[in-house]
């Protein structure tokens, strides 16, 4: 556990003797890290009883606000507050250990407090058992044995306090303290491993798991938890719901757990760090989806009345142009016709051409952006593929190495099937086999004639990319650049101030963009996905899983994705011992 560190350049730590009014406050956060802008200005609040979920695109400083408010950053300007009654917890994406630190050292940090309380009860029995407080000496005011009586007053006060102590120690659960870490160490996959391991021979996950169970054991004051769920199975996830459901601290959580998000927090908070923006939505997931969903639907009425009143203003200045156009001219023979008709047109005309070149200028200075479109695949060209007994791809008898034994799969249009299984079971080599990218050992995969495969691979590959974003999707397409300008930006994945940017430099979400931009572009017959929403924004993943659901085509998509996966749960498909079937 990482506990809050006072003194820490705008950090303030406030011992707040009332739980009722506990809270974590950021104010004007501005954090630069090297070069880069994460946070402008942040200000954000988390109250005693909530659980707040933190959402973003990647890169956009959910992880980096966590570490100013658990006091791990310099800010170059702003203040965080935290106004709780003991330590704050946060646990990181890649938590630590001090050097030497065993599990059962962890452990030990982690109950210190039940010990401490412990004893402290023990002290106080002994001195209502014996009514004096231990202390030795001749002098006024001794008794006969050398000790102290306790007074009255005071015997009351030892009273109170043991009183305090045994409902603390009691309501947190100090007298099953055993059962308890049993427990925890249990339900997140650490109950079989030596307790006297050090911690820096523990896999990634493992740390992370020891880490969360430190923090579930200690429970802090008040939680930071940075992608909690990133290590955990399904059994960890529901148990880890409900301890947090009954949890009464302030809470900030950063993740991409749709489910743990659905069921799990009282609001959710859609970060833009670089911006400046903290959007707060009341509720848990779907309400924020609700509220997402209202708001893009507004977002289209109001560009198309700015489009309507745009058309509409133009067509009033080119009609005032015309009219003065008509009266633009005075014959010498027709002075007084004109100084009584057409002097009054022209000038009416003209003050017609002033006010609609004002207006149409306002509206061109009060543009409203086109909404991006949701994201579609497109449907592929008619030539190819055309199946004469339904089935696109036909894999059968498929050997890899040890992963992959004897794999039969056909794939229709309309199929879709969610693989899963073990990490390291062989899901991304069974893909990387169907997509034509790896040559099996034994068996074979055939496919239609001009079949397009459209394969999302697990991690993207662009480290040796110089170019930048448009001239890259322009390469891989073998497009004009206008032309995969319009398409790069069709459904809002880049903006044109990202078209320069190299695509080395991109963060990992940005990368995810482009593969799924070269996806939907290549408008595949096939989709072969592996982790689809890894590293993309919560919106986007909405996207994306709706644009899946209506492709026409057959389906094969690996995924931890638990959202997707429940959606999915009647076409599940296991990866285990090489082999595939219908999950149990």
């Known amino acids: 556990m990482s506990a809050s560190k006072a003194g820490q350049a705008g950090a303030q730590d406030v011992l707040s003797g009332d739980h009722g009014s506990a809270h974590l406050i950021a104010e004007n956060v501005h954090c630069v890290l090297g070069d880069r802008l994460v946070l402008r200005d942040v200000s954000l609040k988390v109250s005693r009883g909530e659980r707040v979920g933190l959402i973003g695109e ?34 990181p994406q890649q938590p630590g250990f001090p050097v030497g630190a065993t599990i059962e050292t962890v452990l030990a940090r982690a109950t210190a407090e039940f010990v401490d309380m412990a004893e402290r009860m023990r002290a106080a ?93 200690a429970e802090p004051a008040g939680l930071l938890l940075d992608e909690p769920t990133n290590h955990l199975d399904d059994r960890a996830v529901d ?19 749709r489910l743990l998000l659905d069921t799990a927090v009282t609001a959710i908070v859609d ?122 791809l036909r894999a059968a008898g498929l050997v890899v190495g040890d992963v992959v034994r004897g794999v039969d799969l056909e794939l229709a249009p309309g199929s879709l099937h969610v693989v899963t299984g073990a990490n390291g079971a062989g899901k991304s080599t069974l893909l990387t086999v169907l997509a034509g990218l790896r040559v099996p050992d034994a068996g074979a995969v055939v496919g239609e004639p001009g079949l397009r495969i459209g394969y999302l691979p697990q991690e993207s590959d662009f480290s040796q990319e110089r170019r930048g974003v448009l001239d890259t999707f322009a390469a891989h397409r073998s497009a004009y650049v206008d032309d995969a300008a319009r398409e790069l930006t069709r459904f809002g994945l880049f903006g044109t101030a ?40 919560l919106a986007l993943v909405e996207q994306l899983q709706e644009a899946i659901e209506q492709f026409t085509g057959p389906v094969v998509m690996v995924t931890h994705d638990r959202a997707l996966r429940e959606h999915h749960r009647d076409n599940l498909l296991e990866l285990a011992e090489g082999r595939l079937a219908p999950s149990a």
């Open 58 to 91: 990647n890169g956009r400083g959910k992880s980096t606000l966590l570490r100013a408010l658990a006091g791990e950053l310099a800010l170059q300007r702003g203040q965080v507050v935290r106004a709780v009654a003991g330590q704050v917890g946060f646990l």
């Open 125 to 217: 029995e002994e001195l209502m058992s014996t009514g004096h407080d231990g202390s030795s000496g001749d002098g006024p005011g001794k008794g006969g044995s050398g000790r102290e009586d306790v007074g009255k007053d005071d015997l009351s006060e030892v009273l109170s306090e043991y009183g305090r102590l045994q409902d603390e120690f009691d309501r947190r659960g100090g007298w099953e303290l055993d059962a308890r870490v049993g427990e925890v160490l249990d339900v997140f996959g650490l109950g079989t491993l030596d307790r006297l391991r050090p911690t820096e021979t523990l896999s990634g996950g493992e740390r992370s798991r020891l880490a969360l169970a430190e923090l579930v054991l």
């Open 239 to 257: 148990w880890l719901v409900q301890w947090l459901a009954q949890y009464q601290g302030p809470c900030l959580i950063a993740s991409h757990d």
């Open 271 to 392: 970060l833009d760090g670089p911006r400046g923006t903290t959007v707060r939505y009341g509720g848990g997931y779907r309400d924020y989806l609700d509220e997402r969903s209202a708001a893009q639907a507004r977002w289209w009425q109001q560009y198309r009345a700015w489009r309507q009143e745009l058309a509409e203003t133009r067509r009033k200045l080119e009609r005032a142009t015309r009219t003065g156009r008509t009266f633009g001219g005075m014959r010498d023979s027709d002075k007084l016709s004109y100084n009584l008709a057409g002097g009054g047109a022209q000038a009416a005309a003209a003050r017609a051409t002033r006010a609609a070149r004002q207006q149409l200028g306002r509206l061109l200075d009060e543009e409203v952006h086109r909404p991006p479109e949701p994201l579609a695949f497109q449907p592929p060209e008619s030539e190819g593929a055309e199946p004469s007994d339904g089935v696109l």
């Open 498 to 537: 990202d078209f320069d940017v190299p695509v080395n430099r991109l963060s990992v979400g940005q990368l995810r963009r482009l593969e799924l931009a070269l996806l939907f572009s290549r408008r595949p017959h096939l989709l072969l996905l592996d982790e689809p929403t890894n590293h993309l924004s």
